[in-house]
């Protein structure tokens, strides 16, 4: 059974930083091309940040330069460390593989940046 589970977040002011954690279960992690994703209330939800199997990475304008996406294949794990967060990062984050499987939105995890 696929699953990937979510974790790291939290309360964090604005300005601070928070690392999130994405650990793939029960399909091959190397050969896939992961994203972290988000979605404010009341919004759709968007990319954030996407990182290919060789490393490549690439990022929404909303963080690039605040936002850094990587990946542990040995430890099925893909990384997003948040730093300068503003209110406006508050959001539930998501990972998935890129482009995105509906099936495997899992239950993401709460991020809140307070002013």
């Known amino acids: 059974q696929v699953q990937l589970v979510e974790s790291g977040g939290g309360l964090a002011q604005a300005g601070g930083s928070l690392k999130l954690s994405c650990v793939v279960s029960?399909?091959?992690?190397?050969?896939?091309?992961m994203g972290w994703y988000r979605q404010a209330p009341g919004k759709q939800r968007e990319m954030v940040a996407i990182i290919t199997t060789g490393g490549g990475t690439n990022y929404a304008d909303s963080v690039k330069g605040r936002f850094t996406i990587s990946r542990d294949n040995a430890k099925n794990t893909v990384y997003l460390q948040m730093n300068s967060l503003k209110p406006e990062d508050t959001a539930v984050y998501y990972c998935?593989?890129?482009?995105?499987?509906?099936?495997?939105w899992g239950q993401g995890t709460q991020v809140t940046v307070s002013s």
């Open positions: 029960g399909r091959i992690f190397s050969g896939n091309h």
């Open positions: 998935n593989w890129y482009p995105s499987i509906a099936d495997y």
